[in-house]
């Protein structure tokens, strides 16, 4: 099938729940994809930030193939070896004692939701507010839009769950204002995702943690866009060595396959007993056989390193660029997660980029935000940098 015939199939069938682009990818290689029609691109939007590891890597294919000649499904009633070997190495690198396997961002946002409730309903004395952030997004669930910090999000899905307060981001001291007798938690991304990669001031996160210790508050960290080595550490709280209590993962931690996490620390993680909360698929083995993989590959290829690197690359050609283009206000990001902030609207040149083989997204209005693959190579940055030039110019 070609692109034309893909979208008429796709627009006569499917929900018009998503602003497609004329766009059918059929193959995809490292940081490059093609078309249904045998066109080349660039993505420097790593399939909304997931492809961690590129497309098709050859680490994940081959754990995949190997688990899927072993079996595909473990009932969470029974055990499975992929996923408690997951469990572990995602508790040796970071904060957590225990981990809960999903299926998506909201499902771990969600769960992390459920985990400080259950957590303010006993040990908390009976508080289950939380406070977020404006300009914050946690997920589509009923729940994870109530957490958003976007009203644009809930419009016709009023009356939305209740618990939830907002705070400017950035803003400690907000955040303490907007704390009540009922509050558990404040939940935050250590950059704001989807609200256009805003990167909070110094000290943000480690001013929330000395907040909630103060105040006897859990910290939630949504790491679902900056964790699994996005911005150059395998979780962004590193940055600022920061313990967590709770941290939502998903989208690079299995690289294109679905899988999403929810990390804690004892005794929050105690909340949880039997029958509080579940998943059908969640830790599912083949899901967690790549995962492992993407794991062990990050560690073994130095990609937190090369992702350093490739990032300040990046970043220093969009500050160039702004520096001689007057569309170009400025650029700003960490790791391989940045944007370049336009003078006007992003999504026309975000189109512009895509006819001149580049795929990047808009965000935040006048945001585009650029989140190439980990394994991506110095040569395709410039390429990006070149193709990004000519476009605004």
């Not at 950035?170 to 704390?179: F, H, K, P, Q, T």
């Not at 005794?267 to 083995?285: E, I, K, L, W």
Request: with cysteine; proline share 5%; charged share 20%.
């Amino acid at each position: 099938m070609n692109t034309q015939q893909i979208k008429e199939l796709s627009d006569k069938y499917l929900f018009p729940t998503y602003a497609r682009a004329p766009l059918a990818l059929v193959r995809g290689e490292g940081s490059r994809v093609w078309d249904a029609d045998g066109r080349e691109y660039l993505d420097f939007f790593s399939s909304t930030v997931v492809t961690s590891l590129g497309h098709c890597h050859p680490a994940l294919v081959a754990a995949l193939e190997r688990q899927s000649k072993a079996i595909f499904q473990v009932s969470n009633l029974h055990y499975c070896e992929p996923q408690a070997l997951l469990a572990q190495r995602l508790v040796e690198s970071s904060f957590a004692d225990r981990v809960f396997f999903c299926n998506s961002g909201a499902e771990a946002n969600e769960a992390a939701i459920k985990l400080a409730r259950k957590y303010g309903h006993g040990a908390g004395g009976g508080r289950y507010e939380i406070v977020t952030v404006l300009g914050s997004f946690h997920g589509r669930t009923l729940a994870t839009i109530a957490a958003t910090g976007q009203e644009k999000v809930r419009v016709g899905f009023e009356p939305t769950q209740g618990g939830f307060r907002y705070a400017p981001y950035g803003d400690v001291g907000a955040v303490e204002e907007a704390l009540t007798e009922r509050t558990i938690a404040v939940m935050v991304e250590p950059i704001l995702g989807e609200g256009g990669v805003v990167v909070p001031p110094p000290g943000y996160l480690s001013d929330l943690r000395e907040l909630c210790d103060r105040k006897e508050l859990l910290l939630i960290l949504d790491e679902v866009q900056t964790g699994i080595g996005r911005t150059g550490t395998l979780f962004a709280y590193q940055h600022e060595d920061v313990r967590p209590d709770i941290i939502s993962l998903a989208k690079g931690l299995g690289s294109g396959f679905p899988i999403g996490a929810m990390l804690a620390a004892e005794p929050v993680a105690a909340s949880f007993d039997p029958g509080s909360h579940g998943s059908t698929f969640g830790g599912n083995a083949l899901a967690c056989a790549v995962a492992n993989a993407v794991l062990a590959t990050i560690e073994s290829d130095d990609l937190l390193g090369h992702c350093r690197a490739m990032g300040q690359r990046l970043l220093g050609g969009l500050e160039a660029l702004a520096a001689r283009d007057s569309k170009v206000a400025s650029a700003r990001g960490r790791g391989l997660l940045v944007a370049a902030v336009l003078e006007e609207p992003s999504a026309p040149y975000v189109d512009a980029c895509r006819d001149h083989g580049l795929i990047t997204n808009s965000t935040g209005g006048n945001v585009m935000r650029l989140a190439p693959p980990l394994v991506v190579t110095a040569d395709e940055i410039d390429s990006a940098l070149e193709t990004l030039a000519e476009v605004l110019s």
